[in-house]
């Protein structure tokens, strides 16, 4: 597609369980962003791939997030034993690469924990 | 204190006014972000801006690098222009992060 993609586009689950949300950024887009927004807050930067490689995870808010990417192209947000003050917006963001800073962000997937 | 502050928070004005959304921020940047949200929307980047201005419509950005400042402003401003605006400082270099503000709410009323 010609834009970045994000599945699902709204999540509903129960506290404890796990969710996992997937982003596909745009073709050739080496770098890929993870953000959350939370209801009434700001944007929150997550994490951030150069390829395959997340460089720096200090934003990822506890041991429950985690996430990867494979074949420098989709990304896999996975929070464990969710809790509700993880409902928020999370959202993809694509760019060429680390140093450009134009930065192309998909829809996001509304998650909402029960 | 958050090192991008945007103001106002909200705003609301009349079909047709000029607005004007400001933004400051604390950090040294190599480049500045305004972004439009739509409720229930998602994001789309409207300017990215090192310095000077950028015109896109009836869009305008200025950025002043010494006093730290960015203002976004909307000429005849139209009820489809309400939205969340959002401006992100990029740091640049190995600083690859965005710092957002809070955004401003804007609603043009008709």
């Known amino acids: 597609g010609a834009g970045v993609s994000q599945s699902p586009s709204n999540k509903v689950t129960e506290k404890g369980k796990d969710v996992e949300l997937r982003c596909d950024p745009i073709?050739?887009?080496?770098?890929l962003y993870w953000y959350r927004q939370s209801l009434g807050q700001g944007l929150e930067f997550l994490i951030y791939?150069?390829?395959?490689?997340?460089?720096?995870k200090s934003g990822l808010p506890s041991d429950r997030f985690s996430a990867e990417r494979t074949g420098g192209s989709v990304s896999t947000l996975t929070i464990q034993r969710t809790q509700q003050e993880d409902s928020a917006v999370y959202l993809c963001?694509?760019?060429?690469?680390?140093?450009?800073?134009?930065?192309?962000f998909g829809p996001g997937t509304r998650l909402t924990v029960l | 204190k958050n090192e991008v502050e945007q103001s106002p928070q909200n705003l609301t004005a009349q079909e047709g006014e000029f607005i004007t959304i400001n933004c400051s921020y604390s950090?040294?940047?190599?480049?500045l972000h305004w972004l439009q949200q739509h409720p229930g929307g998602g994001i789309v980047s409207l300017f990215m801006l090192s310095s000077g201005k950028k015109k896109h419509g009836r869009l305008i950005a200025t950025i002043n690098i010494q006093e730290k400042h960015s203002s976004l402003h909307i000429t005849a401003s139209h009820p489809r222009d309400s939205a969340v605006y959002i401006c992100a400082a990029y740091s640049g270099g190995s600083n690859y992060k965005l710092t957002f503000g809070k955004g401003t709410l804007l609603t043009v009323n008709p």
């Open positions: 791939f150069q390829g395959n490689s997340a460089p720096d």
């Open positions: 950090v040294g940047i190599s480049a």
């Open positions: 963001a694509s760019s060429l690469g680390s140093s450009e800073p134009l930065e192309f």
């Open positions: 073709s050739g887009h080496t770098a």
